[in-house]
Every structure is written in C-alpha cells, then in structure tokens.
C-alpha cells in the first residue's frame, strides 16, 4: 500500500512545475489525477464474489461500482482514498485479472471510516455502460426452440452466428433515440443471457466451457425487424446494431455467484404488460456449447461478450395482423433470475 507521505511525494515529483505556486491539497489533488496507479503485474485471476455495475461520473467516465449488502462501493472514490490500486472498470477487471485487489478494495472500503465517502446509496447511481470496447461482440440467434417455431424458421443444426458493434453497447436506464421511420419501425424486444468470457479460450471441450467465463448480465439484443429481415435480403447484423440497440445491466454478477446458467427464468415486460417468460434450461445450444464452437473457430479473449439468444414472445412471434412494433414511449424491462432487472425507454 502507497503511504500517505510517499504519495504526497510522488505527487510532488509528478507536479514539481504547479508545485512552486499551488497549496499542499492543490499538488495531491493535481498529482492523484496525473500519477497512475501501478499497473496489476500478477498471476491472471477471475471476477469472484461480487456484483458489479458502472456508475457515470460526473466528468463523463464510466467506473466500477461494487453492490454489497449495505450500499455500492465507489471503486475509483475508494482506491483513491485509502491509497490502493485496483481495476476502475470492469473491462479492466477482465483483462488484466486483478481480481484480489478488487475484493480486498471492497473489503476495505467497507471497514475503513476514510472510505465513507465512497459508500453510495443505488438509488442515486447514474448507470454507465458495464462494456465499452470489448474485444468482440458475438451474438446468436435462433436458439431457443418456442422462438425458431414462432419466427417460423428452420431449426439450426449448428448456432447461428452474427454481431453487433460498440456504438451498440448502452447502458441501464438509457434511452433508445429510435431512428426516423424512413430507416426503420419495426421494433422488437429480445431479452438475453449474456455470458461474460474471463479467459483466453480456443479449442475448449463443453467439460471444461464454463471454467472460462467470468459472469453474467442481463441483455438485450433490440431489433429492427424490417433492417434485420427485409432490406431485401436478410442481413442480421444490421438490423441488430443501431446506436444504444445493445443495453447491459444493471449488474455483472460473477458466474461463482450465479452457479448453473442453465436454470435461470428469463422475462420481458413491455409497460409493465409480461410478453417474453422462459427459462435458460430451453436453450438449444446452451452456453457450454456456445463457447466450445465459437472457441473451435477463434480464440475468445477477456473481456468478450456473447448474446446467447432469446425465448419466445417476440412481436415478430404473432400473427402479421396483431404485429404491433414498439414505439417512442414505451418502456422495457428486461428480467433475468439472479442477474436483476434491466430497463431502458423508448424516444
Ligand atoms: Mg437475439
């Protein structure tokens, strides 16, 4: 741990040039911002025992917060505070794999008085986005068999892949800016598992699939049915990566706190009316199976996110003449079992 001494001397070093003119708290202040923190050098470690959730600060930055059964742990607040380095986001978190010194930060900031500041109350949290640049983005459709029924579509006999981009990624509570309807109204909910890669996997067996993923969170994988199936052919991957058309959260919980990600119900509300209720177990390639293809055909990195699919009760389910497409207004609840409830509006 940094003493308070070294790291006003560091900060000292750092801001010699602000120093001959600024007060003492000036240089810690401006030396906090420009000293980074040592980077985490050591074995690679997993996500273990926690909730997680971004948190949207007010200079713009999107950092971890951590749930605990009291209150959220302002992670950047906390490190800063008590002098530790840890992961500020969870990208970060994944791919260096500095798990113990989140816990020990948590652990920390809970018992320490100088962290009380960084102690927050969820309901005042502005949500930020868990994922803003992971490495790939895989997403897969047709996998839930009520749902390939309804959509009335050929069962695959291998998973159907396709993608979607960052500008996709968005956060709890956002808000969809729905596209003029030139470019496309027929909006459609899909609420899904997403599995949360925390190892370098290629060529893993279904045995050993679930060893590598670090968490879960609650999806959705939003679409525009008529860029996605009309456009005139079918193109996938368009209609299902429009700004924001990719929410996450609210919370990454790590898979050691979830345990089997095959019996877990799955909803969806639209203004409060249920249109989706499944459960994971009806998957048809369930995520061990998922991760042993992808992995056969690429290497998947931390930090790499997977839409598993959705169940059955989409819009573009129902007969043609009760179709009716989602619209500026409307509001969405996502639920997934042990994974929490993530809502977004429509404008
Ligand atoms: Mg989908």
Redesign the pocket.
């Known amino acids: 741990m940094t003493s308070r001494r070294n790291f006003i001397k560091a900060a000292g070093t750092v801001t010699a040039g602000i120093a001959a003119t600024s007060s003492a708290s000036e240089v810690l202040a401006a030396g906090a911002k420009e000293a980074a923190p040592k980077k985490y050098s050591g074995p690679h470690q997993m996500p273990t025992k926690v909730t997680l959730l971004s948190m949207l600060n007010e200079d713009g930055t999107e950092t971890l917060g951590a749930k605990t059964a009291s209150a959220v742990v302002d992670i950047r607040k906390a490190a800063k505070l008590l002098g530790m380095a840890a992961p500020l986001t969870l990208e970060e978190l994944l791919r260096e794999g500095n798990a113990s010194g989140l816990n020990k930060l948590i652990a920390a900031a809970q018992s320490s008085s100088k962290a009380k500041p960084a102690l927050l109350d969820e309901s005042k949290i502005t949500h930020g986005r868990l994922f803003t640049n992971p490495g790939k983005i895989v997403?897969?459709?047709l996998n839930y068999r009520a749902h390939v029924a309804e959509a009335a579509m050929k069962l695959p006999s291998v998973p159907i892949l396709f993608n979607k981009y960052n500008n996709a990624l968005a956060a709890h509570n956002c808000t969809i800016k729905l596209p003029p309807r030139e470019v496309s109204y027929k909006f459609d909910y899909?609420t899904?598992l997403l599995i949360v890669m925390g190892k370098k996997a290629r060529n893993v067996t279904e045995a050993e699939a679930l060893n590598y993923v670090a968490g879960y969170c609650t999806s959705q994988?939003f679409?525009a049915r008529d860029l996605q199936l009309e456009t005139p052919s079918v193109q996938w991957m368009v209609g299902?990566t429009l700004d924001n058309f990719g929410p996450i959260g609210p919370y990454f919980v790590s898979a050691d706190v979830v345990g089997d990600p095959n019996n877990l119900n799955i909803e969806t509300y639209v203004n409060g009316e249920k249109r989706q209720s499944s459960n994971t177990s009806f998957m048809i390639f369930n995520p061990q199976k998922l991760i042993a293809y992808i992995s056969k055909l690429w290497t998947l990195e931390p930090g790499d996110i997977i839409?598993s699919?959705?169940p059955e009760g989409v819009i573009l389910g129902l007969p043609k003449e009760k179709q009716v497409w989602l619209k500026a207004g409307d509001e969405i609840v996502s639920s997934i079992e042990k994974l929490g409830d993530l809502k977004f509006k429509l404008a």
């Open positions: 997403c897969i459709g899909e899904e994988d679409s299902k839409w699919g959705t």
